[in-house]
């Protein structure tokens, strides 16, 4: 390719073939195409207002970008990579289109404050759908919670049988970490949404530009208000992949938990056929292969951060050409995030509790013996007494192979004369739930409020 170079007058010989293909971004910035032709016609707009271009000029700029636009969607534009990146691509072939108006938009502007503000009308769009995918999500775990509201499982530390739960419950806490993540997400994009444009190569423009004006067409909350920060700062990138890092890791977690519960060691849920693979070799095989890949996509995500961090550390300001690899991190996060959002959501619908499995695992491992400590702090012994008092009852029940509830009142006043019959009530796992009554509680009844709060939250 041969396309004469915008920044070609103080050459004297070509670019190296190796070094065009290797510093251009075309292959993958072109992905931001509609976002820089956005923001061109705005910045025109704004141009021709100002008396830089005349109306005739600005109506033959905003004709030929859309026109290009549509020879972009329907695939009828050819890209050039000695042309290095979209906004050179697009800018030329304007001038190839509608002839000298197409040399005249880039007055006032440098490609440095373009991407810059290319990047953030492209994420906060990204991230408003990532938003509205954490939602239907969200969604998806307040109707399971609904479903299961009552169902018991133990709950774990440790790994280790610690209290009865509800499944409920335990959907309503994933609920909460993703309402943090979406709200993270709102707080980046207050800083996503300023707009470097007007910043120009990196100090600013000696032609009488209006920046309120193409802030206010491109919907962004305002100018920057630093023309060398607003062509070199990078933060509202590295603050996304931040939230999206913590994002995937409650997916991964989350993940981990199904992939735990529908072992057959555990047998607590089944995840419906459309979200498995099968072995080649084990025919008994079903695997859950979509949270074991989400699992691992989390580390890719991680990466992207520590990348987009280095990246940054080291740049002296401006615009440096580092900043070139900003991109690809950023949009391989956006396409794995929402890719794993939206499996997530479409699977949870279809999870089924294996709900006798999971009672059965919650009457082993002596879930209730806090429950009985509690008794025994209620008939008017000190709490680490009857801490002491139960570890002796969870031994013997050790040694007899059976649950607490297996002992005989005997065996139980044995330990303390406190204990009576009514002992049996607050050993069986019902009771257990139902006494953690209170707001955050696992009760069923408390549950059931949390859910109407949720779908209160979930807006
Ligand atoms: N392709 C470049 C990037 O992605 C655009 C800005 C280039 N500016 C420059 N002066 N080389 O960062």
Redesign the pocket.
Known sequence: MSDKKPWAGRFNEPTDAFVEAFTA?VDF?RRLYRYDIQGSIAHATMLADRGILTAEERERIIQGLEAIRERIDNDQFEWSVSL??V?MNVESALTAAIGDAGKKLHTGR???DQ?ATDIRLWLRDEIETIRGELLRLQTALIDLAEREAETILPGFTHLQTAQPITFGHHMLAWFEMLQRDRERLADCNKRVNIMPLGSAALAGTTYPIDRQQTARLLGFSGPCENSLDGVSDRDFAIEFSAAASILMMHLSRFSEELIIWSSAQFGFVELSDRFCTGSSIMPQKKNPDVPELIRGKSGRIFGHLVGLLTLMKGQPLA?N?D??ED?EPLFDTVDNLKGSLKVFADMIPGIRCRTENMRAAAMKGFATATDLADYLVRKGIPFRDAHEVVGKAVALGVRKGCDLADLSLEELRGFSGQIEDDVFEVLTLEGSIAARDHIGGTAPRQVRVAIERARRRAV
Do not use: G, P
């Open positions: 971004s910035d290095e990146d906004h440098s490609r440095n991407v615009y050409k900043n070139q991109k």
